[in-house]
Every structure is written in structure tokens, then in C-alpha cells.
């Protein structure tokens, strides 16, 4: 267990899970670009020890692999899980201790500690400008928080045990912000410090935030910890420490004793200022849009403090594992919030939160005359209202039959989908709703679609190993690549809208029905992309590009496709995953950047055993 960030650093240094950067670095691009290389070759954590343009030191790649991850909670992971095991009724360990001896004794003391003198962090006030201003990609606003702990308080009910600790991005440079006196806060109003706002805002008051960064790793992982109601983060963050979360307050703001650094100010209500763009973990920039603007009221920062950062991009990145840990730890909490559910995995090449896959039970139909879809839908419905799952647009959902099915494994599961799914029936469809706010392929912020695909059954169809014929000579579409069984890539001109999209799909069924559809009934989806060469070269490239860029509603076309009582289906499924003008730019590394950079992976260089293929 770690009382500070250095005593984690040092430990990782020790048991060679650290290297150390003696020579002065650029916060602008070049230290994410290091960061995402070494992350890449599976390499260690970084002490940037030489920071150019600031005082302090910085840290990244804590998190890098689940190993790693592990390593640092090896002491405290077990009573960390027991209690999260009590998803029920996690306080029971502390109200019946003699019940729950070891794991209550591990939470009784993870409760908060109010603590007198002054804090650490307390030592000096700095300013925004003094910190390790890092931007991450080109197109970046400006430096970015990548690891914040961002604590409110309910206004209503003021007090550490009713507060809320999240991740939400900070920008502290850039755009319209007054350098030392104002930041950005991106998060949305249904979070819980969008919560607190909207309940200081009702009563006509300033809501008090605080943003701690760096302290024990435990700390950071609890901002990000989707824990059962009951257990607050400040609690569980005590919990996977091995130490009481300490704090006290400074002119009405909580300081927390452990953090590197604190940053106190108020969130008006009503002013806001553009944020963004910021290069997110859905390998795109999430473009710039008006966020809460937190005016500063101090900074402090403790003796010898480091910076922790993350860079986030096309997945997988750092916070990949942060989700393998989360997932770790968590265990199969979702069984116990979706009665049928078995397995749900947010595919994290697809960027998260755009793709689903899910097991679940299918207790209705198994001894009818026809096995289909009819307890998974209803389970369907309850993952796309739960939390985060939420913001999914695809959703893949069957039941084990006759043999066992892994989510994580992607092309058995496809497969396993595509050769029972009925495409007349089994696609279903949610339009007009919400999505993911970093996520630009829907019709504006935070709208977009949804739809299930959810199959059942004796297998169907056996599916083609290599690409039709009659997928080779379409005029406007080429290079016809097979991506894995019963899925196709085949390229088109570029998106100029969805009016001319809808034509341009119609005559492509056309010319399909045509050249003999019939003999297509082996390949169950087909991918107009931009680049079928890239899409197909990898299963990871034809999960990012299809699910990332296509909205379901305006994306979704069909072979013979058509409506019977207002429900559609087709022969054949084609999704239009080209790009679209609406949507954000990926993220392009700068070549001059990665050449400036070259010079720390040269052989005998301090990175120089993570530089070579």
C-alpha cells in the first residue's frame, strides 16, 4: 500500500516497472507521443524527471498493462473485491463488523478521516501556469487534466459522505480561458457533479469543486470505479489505499491531504465557455462545445510533486486497461443488475461505448416449434437503460446453445450471431435517442440511434470463406476484401450526404438483385467503407471503422430490404461506414514530433529497448 504517488514510483522503479526521462522533454505533443509509444511495445511506466516549462515532474503509463495494474494494489485487491462483492448492501461490513470480520475490518478503515494541521498539498500555492501544461494531439485546444479526481458536494446535503468523485476531462489552457484564472470542466448534467450543479444553480449559489491529481493510484482508479449505491468513492478509495482517505477544508473547499496537487474553484451557474477539441479514446477529436467554466480560487501543490497523465486515442490505449482492471474488480456485478444477463463486453476496439456483446438466457422459446429471440430482447432492453451501457449504438445478443460462447473472443461470437440471426426479424431498431456525447456519428451532440442484432437458434446459414462472385464486378464498388467468415469490405466513392447515400444504396441493391443476389445468401453483412484494404486487414480496423462511423437509423441498409407491421428486415445488411462530413477527424500523430522523439529510442537511449519492432 502507498501513503503518496512517490512511494508508488519508487516501488515501480524497484521491481523494474519504471524508467526514468532525465532529459528535458516537451509537454507540447512529445511527451504523449513517447508515452503512446512505449505504451504500444508494452513497456513501463515514465518519470518524466525534466519537464520543459515547469518545475515538476510528471508520470505516465502507471496503468500501462493489467499486470502492472495489479502490482500496485497487490496488497490491498482482495478486501477491495470482498466488499464489492457485497453489492446489495456494501455498508453491511461496516454496520455488522463480527459478520464480516476481514472484509469489515477493510472497510471500517477506508472510512474518510477528517484530519487537522496542514495538508501536505498545503505547503505551497502555485498557479495553473507553473504545472506541466501537456497537449496530447495537434488539434488539441490546448493542455489538458487526462487524470483528474473532480469532488463536489450536494449542495442539499453537504459533507464528504454525500459528495461525488468522477474523471471528467479539464482543460486548463486554450481557447477563450484566462491563463490562472479559469479552466474548463467537460462532464454532462446527468453525472453526478452535473447533479450538484443543477441543485446549487436551483438554489442561485456557486457550486465548490475541487480537482485532486495524483495521491496514492488508488485515488485515481476510485474517480473512474463504477460502484454499487451505497459505497462512495471517497470510501472504496480508502479501501484499495490500505488508508483512510484523509482530508480537511480551506476556505470551504475539501483538500485532500495525499493528492500532488489541488486546484480549488467555483462553477457559476449558467457560464460556460468553448472546450475542446480534445483527441479521445474514440481515436477522433471530440470537437470544441460550450462546458461549465470553473473559476480558480487556489492551487497548491506538495513538496516534490509529480503529475500523473494519461494519453487517450484509438483504442487500446492506457485506459484499456484501466477497464481490465475495472473489470477485475468488479467481477460479474452486471449478473446482479440485469436478472438473464451472463456476460456483456463494451468492445473496446470499436471505442467502447459504440459496440455490445452480450449472453444472456433464452428461457421462453426453448421448446417451441421454432427457437427465436424473446427473453434476450427483453434483456436487450434493460442493458441499453443501464448506466453507461447506455450510450451503445450495437448491440449483439444470443444465448448459449449446445456449446459455450465467449465474448471476448469476436469473430467466434460474430460468427456464432450471423449464422442464426433471421435478418427479417431479429434486427431491431431505437431511433431519435441518445449516444455518446464524443461520439460524432449520430445526427448532433449526444443523438444519434440504436439497434440489436439478436439471434437464436438452429444455425441458418452456412457462411462464405471468400468473397462472392457477385461482389466483384458492381460498378462504383471494388476491391471486394473478406473480413472473417460471412463478412465483406468492399469500397465506394466518399459520402457527400445521406440523400445521396440512400440513392447510391438503392442502385447498389439493384445492381445486386440483378447480378444475382441469390447467391449472396452465405454473406450476411456487407461494409461499404472508404478503404476496404484497412478494413479488412485487421478484425480490430473493421470493428473501430464500422461501429465508430455509422449512426444504425441512416447507416443501416438492406438487400430486398423492407417493412412488414412497421418492422424492418432484409436479405442481406449493408452498413455504410464511410466517413461522413459531420463527423469529428481522427487522430494523426505529427511526423516532425515523432522524429524529435526518435532520439530517446535509439539504441543505448534511455527508451531505446522499447524502440525497435
Same mark, same amino acid.
Given at each position: 500500500m502507498y501513503r503518496s504517488l512517490e512511494a508508488c514510483v519508487n516501488d515501480l522503479e524497484k521491481h523494474g516497472h519504471l524508467v526514468r526521462i532525465r532529459e528535458e522533454v516537451d509537454p507540447y505533443l512529445e511527451m504523449a507521443a513517447i508515452h503512446l509509444k512505449v505504451y504500444e511495445a508494452g513497456g513501463p511506466a515514465l518519470l518524466f524527471e525534466n519537464v520543459k516549462g515547469s518545475r515538476f515532474r510528471a508520470v505516465s503509463n502507471l496503468f500501462g498493462t493489467l499486470d502492472r495494474s495489479k502490482f500496485i494494489f497487490r496488497s490491498t485487491w482482495e478486501s477491495a473485491e470482498r466488499v464489492i462483492a457485497l453489492r446489495n448492501d456494501p455498508m453491511a461490513a461496516l454496520k455488522n463488523p463480527f459478520k464480516h470480520v476481514r472484509t469489515g475490518l477493510a472497510a471500517f478503515n477506508a472510512l474518510p478521516s477528517k484530519t487537522g494541521g496542514t495538508a501536505p498539498v498545503a505547503v505551497q500555492e502555485i498557479n495553473i501556469s507553473d504545472l506541466p501544461l501537456i497537449q496530447h494531439w495537434p488539434m488539441d485546444g490546448g493542455a489538458f487534466i487526462t487524470l483528474p479526481q473532480v469532488y463536489s458536494e450536494d449542495p442539499a446535503k453537504p459533507g464528504i459522505m454525500n459528495s461525488n468523485l468522477g474523471m471528467y476531462r479539464v482543460q486548463l489552457s486554450g481557447n477563450e480561458y484566462e491563463m490562472n484564472r479559469e479552466i474548463g470542466l467537460h462532464y454532462q448534467i446527468h453525472r453526478g457533479i452535473g447533479i450538484h450543479q443543477e441543485k446549487a444553480a436551483r438554489k442561485g449559489e456557486p457550486l465548490k469543486v475541487s480537482i485532486f491529481v495524483g495521491g496514492p493510484p488508488a485515488?485515481?482508479?476510485?474517480?473512474?470505479?463504477?460502484? !454499487?449505491?451505497?459505497? $462512495? /468513492?471517497?470510501?472504496?478509495?480508502?479501501?484499495?489505499?490500505?488508508?483512510?482517505?484523509?482530508? $480537511?477544508?480551506?476556505?470551504?473547499?475539501?483538500?485532500?491531504?495525499?493528492?500532488?496537487?489541488?486546484?480549488?474553484?467555483?462553477?457559476? !451557474?449558467? /457560464?460556460?465557455? !468553448?472546450?475542446?477539441?480534445?483527441?479521445?479514446?474514440?481515436?477522433?477529436? $471530440?470537437?470544441?462545445h460550450e462546458f461549465p467554466l470553473m473559476k480558480i480560487h487556489k492551487v497548491y501543490a506538495r513538496k516534490d510533486a509529480i503529475w500523473p497523465f494519461t494519453v487517450v486515442g484509438r483504442p487500446p490505449q492506457e485506459d484499456t486497461s484501466f477497464g481490465a482492471l475495472i473489470h477485475e474488480l468488479t467481477g460479474d456485478a452486471i449478473k446482479g443488475e440485469i436478472p438473464g444477463v451472463k456476460e456483456v463486453h463494451a468492445v473496446d476496439a470499436a471505442g467502447v461505448h459504440p459496440l455490445l456483446f452480450a449472453i444472456g438466457s433464452e428461457r421462453y422459446t426453448p421448446y417451441q416449434p421454432v427457437k427465436q429471440p424473446a427473453e434476450l430482447l427483453t434483456i436487450a432492453n434493460r442493458i441499453l437503460g443501464t448506466g453507461q451501457l447506455s450510450l451503445a449504438k450495437y448491440l449483439f445478443i444470443t444465448a448459449e446453445d449446445k456449446r459455450p460462447l465467449d465474448t471476448h473472443d469476436e469473430v467466434d461470437f460474430v460468427t456464432y450471431i450471423l449464422e442464426r440471426i433471421d435478418l427479417r426479424r431479429d434486427i431491431h431498431f431505437q431511433t431519435n435517442t441518445t449516444i455518446d456525447t464524443l461520439d460524432y456519428s449520430g445526427t448532433g451532440l449526444n443523438t444519434g440511434s440504436k439497434v440489436v442484432f439478436a439471434a437464436y437458434g438452429d444455425q441458418k446459414r452456412e457462411l462464405c470463406r471468400q468473397v462472392p462472385e457477385v461482389l466483384t464486378g458492381i460498378r462504383g464498388y471494388e476491391n471486394a476484401r473478406l473480413i472473417m467468415p460471412g463478412v465483406v469490405a468492399i469500397q465506394s466513392s466518399a459520402f457527400t450526404s445521406y440523400a445521396a447515400a440512400a440513392e447510391e444504396m438503392k442502385q447498389f441493391d439493384e445492381a445486386l438483385k440483378e447480378a444475382g443476389a441469390d447467391s449472396l445468401a452465405s454473406c450476411p453483412m456487407i461494409i461499404v467503407c472508404d478503404d476496404s484494404t484497412f478494413v479488412s486487414t485487421t478484425i480490430n480496423n473493421f470493428l473501430w471503422a464500422t461501429f465508430t462511423r455509422s449512426n444504425p437509423s441512416h447507416d443501416i441498409y438492406g438487400v430486398n430490404a423492407g417493412y412488414e407491421f412497421k418492422h424492418w428486415g432484409c436479405d442481406n445488411v449493408i452498413i455504410d461506414a464511410r466517413v461522413k462530413p459531420h463527423q469529428a477527424p481522427p487522430l494523426i500523430p505529427d511526423p516532425d514530433v515523432e522524429k524529435r522523439i526518435e532520439r530517446l529510442f535509439k539504441r543505448g537511449a534511455v527508451l531505446g529497448d522499447w524502440g525497435r519492432d
Amino acid at each position: 500500500m502507498y501513503r503518496s504517488l512517490e512511494a508508488c514510483v519508487n516501488d515501480l522503479e524497484k521491481h523494474g516497472h519504471l524508467v526514468r526521462i532525465r532529459e528535458e522533454v516537451d509537454p507540447y505533443l512529445e511527451m504523449a507521443a513517447i508515452h503512446l509509444k512505449v505504451y504500444e511495445a508494452g513497456g513501463p511506466a515514465l518519470l518524466f524527471e525534466n519537464v520543459k516549462g515547469s518545475r515538476f515532474r510528471a508520470v505516465s503509463n502507471l496503468f500501462g498493462t493489467l499486470d502492472r495494474s495489479k502490482f500496485i494494489f497487490r496488497s490491498t485487491w482482495e478486501s477491495a473485491e470482498r466488499v464489492i462483492a457485497l453489492r446489495n448492501d456494501p455498508m453491511a461490513a461496516l454496520k455488522n463488523p463480527f459478520k464480516h470480520v476481514r472484509t469489515g475490518l477493510a472497510a471500517f478503515n477506508a472510512l474518510p478521516s477528517k484530519t487537522g494541521g496542514t495538508a501536505p498539498v498545503a505547503v505551497q500555492e502555485i498557479n495553473i501556469s507553473d504545472l506541466p501544461l501537456i497537449q496530447h494531439w495537434p488539434m488539441d485546444g490546448g493542455a489538458f487534466i487526462t487524470l483528474p479526481q473532480v469532488y463536489s458536494e450536494d449542495p442539499a446535503k453537504p459533507g464528504i459522505m454525500n459528495s461525488n468523485l468522477g474523471m471528467y476531462r479539464v482543460q486548463l489552457s486554450g481557447n477563450e480561458y484566462e491563463m490562472n484564472r479559469e479552466i474548463g470542466l467537460h462532464y454532462q448534467i446527468h453525472r453526478g457533479i452535473g447533479i450538484h450543479q443543477e441543485k446549487a444553480a436551483r438554489k442561485g449559489e456557486p457550486l465548490k469543486v475541487s480537482i485532486f491529481v495524483g495521491g496514492p493510484p488508488a485515488h485515481t482508479l476510485s474517480a473512474v470505479m463504477p460502484l !454499487p449505491e451505497g459505497l $462512495s /468513492e471517497m470510501t472504496f478509495a480508502g479501501m484499495l489505499a490500505g488508508r483512510r482517505f484523509r482530508y $480537511s477544508y480551506i476556505d470551504g473547499y475539501c483538500i485532500s491531504h495525499d493528492a500532488d496537487f489541488v486546484i480549488t474553484g467555483e462553477i457559476h !451557474p449558467g /457560464e460556460t465557455k !468553448p472546450e475542446g477539441p480534445f483527441g479521445d479514446h474514440l481515436g477522433y477529436y $471530440s470537437l470544441t462545445h460550450e462546458f461549465p467554466l470553473m473559476k480558480i480560487h487556489k492551487v497548491y501543490a506538495r513538496k516534490d510533486a509529480i503529475w500523473p497523465f494519461t494519453v487517450v486515442g484509438r483504442p487500446p490505449q492506457e485506459d484499456t486497461s484501466f477497464g481490465a482492471l475495472i473489470h477485475e474488480l468488479t467481477g460479474d456485478a452486471i449478473k446482479g443488475e440485469i436478472p438473464g444477463v451472463k456476460e456483456v463486453h463494451a468492445v473496446d476496439a470499436a471505442g467502447v461505448h459504440p459496440l455490445l456483446f452480450a449472453i444472456g438466457s433464452e428461457r421462453y422459446t426453448p421448446y417451441q416449434p421454432v427457437k427465436q429471440p424473446a427473453e434476450l430482447l427483453t434483456i436487450a432492453n434493460r442493458i441499453l437503460g443501464t448506466g453507461q451501457l447506455s450510450l451503445a449504438k450495437y448491440l449483439f445478443i444470443t444465448a448459449e446453445d449446445k456449446r459455450p460462447l465467449d465474448t471476448h473472443d469476436e469473430v467466434d461470437f460474430v460468427t456464432y450471431i450471423l449464422e442464426r440471426i433471421d435478418l427479417r426479424r431479429d434486427i431491431h431498431f431505437q431511433t431519435n435517442t441518445t449516444i455518446d456525447t464524443l461520439d460524432y456519428s449520430g445526427t448532433g451532440l449526444n443523438t444519434g440511434s440504436k439497434v440489436v442484432f439478436a439471434a437464436y437458434g438452429d444455425q441458418k446459414r452456412e457462411l462464405c470463406r471468400q468473397v462472392p462472385e457477385v461482389l466483384t464486378g458492381i460498378r462504383g464498388y471494388e476491391n471486394a476484401r473478406l473480413i472473417m467468415p460471412g463478412v465483406v469490405a468492399i469500397q465506394s466513392s466518399a459520402f457527400t450526404s445521406y440523400a445521396a447515400a440512400a440513392e447510391e444504396m438503392k442502385q447498389f441493391d439493384e445492381a445486386l438483385k440483378e447480378a444475382g443476389a441469390d447467391s449472396l445468401a452465405s454473406c450476411p453483412m456487407i461494409i461499404v467503407c472508404d478503404d476496404s484494404t484497412f478494413v479488412s486487414t485487421t478484425i480490430n480496423n473493421f470493428l473501430w471503422a464500422t461501429f465508430t462511423r455509422s449512426n444504425p437509423s441512416h447507416d443501416i441498409y438492406g438487400v430486398n430490404a423492407g417493412y412488414e407491421f412497421k418492422h424492418w428486415g432484409c436479405d442481406n445488411v449493408i452498413i455504410d461506414a464511410r466517413v461522413k462530413p459531420h463527423q469529428a477527424p481522427p487522430l494523426i500523430p505529427d511526423p516532425d514530433v515523432e522524429k524529435r522523439i526518435e532520439r530517446l529510442f535509439k539504441r543505448g537511449a534511455v527508451l531505446g529497448d522499447w524502440g525497435r519492432d
